[in-house]
């Protein structure tokens, strides 16, 4: 049961928000996430990718060169987004502390509950996850995997040190 996440519905004050919040980031998203971020970028097409990726192999292969690539796996990544995190590479972004607070409360404040039998459950919160659906969730997603987003992880979850070329 744990693969199975529920549809959820909320209230239209929270979606006409959460709309709003998004449309304000689709206006900025462009200046800040990098030209190596493709998904859910306006006028960016996933399958660049994989162009891309061949150019560089192409390349490597013709100027006899060495490289790595490496892919990176992000099932499930929507249900593990810290808001620290969130909040520390937003402000290194140039956030401003209210947007942040609004972006917290957003990750943080929905409350859910459950019909069983036909009664609702109990409601509960959900304090590490982005809500899949709504139109916010895809440009947060973004700030977590932008590079700079990227190195703070590594750095604070493994013993690896990547230098400012990465």
């Given at each position: 049961?744990?693969?199975?996440?529920?549809?959820?519905?909320?209230?239209?004050?929270?979606?006409?928000?959460?709309?709003?919040?998004?449309?304000?980031?689709?206006?900025?998203?462009?200046?800040?996430?990098?030209?190596?971020?493709?998904?859910?970028?306006?006028?960016?097409?996933i399958l660049?990718?994989?162009?891309?990726?061949?150019?560089?192999?192409?390349?490597?292969k013709?100027?006899?060169?060495?490289?790595?690539?490496?892919?990176?796996?992000?099932?499930?990544?929507?249900?593990?987004?810290?808001?620290?995190?969130?909040?520390?590479?937003?402000?290194?972004?140039?956030?401003?502390?209210?947007?942040?607070?609004?972006?917290s409360?957003?990750?943080?404040?929905?409350?859910?509950?459950?019909l069983v039998?036909?009664?609702?459950?109990?409601?509960?919160?959900?304090?590490?996850?982005?809500?899949?659906?709504?139109?916010?969730?895809?440009?947060?997603?973004?700030?977590?995997?932008?590079?700079?987003g990227?190195?703070?992880?590594?750095?604070?979850?493994?013993?690896?040190?990547?230098?400012?070329?990465?």
């Open positions: 049961m744990q693969d199975f996440k529920p549809i959820s519905l909320v209230g239209s004050m929270y979606k006409i928000l959460v709309k709003v919040l998004a449309s304000h980031t689709e206006n900025v998203i462009n200046t800040i996430i990098g030209d190596s971020q493709i998904a859910f970028v306006k006028n960016h097409q660049d990718n994989f162009v891309i990726a061949k150019e560089i192999i192409n390349m490597w013709n100027d006899n060169l060495g490289g790595l690539l490496v892919k990176l796996d992000f099932e499930k990544a929507y249900y593990c987004v810290d808001n620290g995190v969130l909040d520390s590479i937003m402000r290194e972004m140039g956030f401003g502390e209210k947007w942040r607070r609004w972006m409360s957003y990750i943080t404040t929905l409350m859910l509950s459950v039998n036909g009664s609702p459950t109990s409601q509960f919160g959900m304090e590490t996850e982005l809500h899949q659906g709504d139109p916010l969730s895809p440009f947060i997603f973004n700030f977590v995997t932008e590079v700079r990227f190195k703070q992880l590594v750095h604070e979850s493994l013993p690896l040190r990547l230098d400012d070329q990465c």
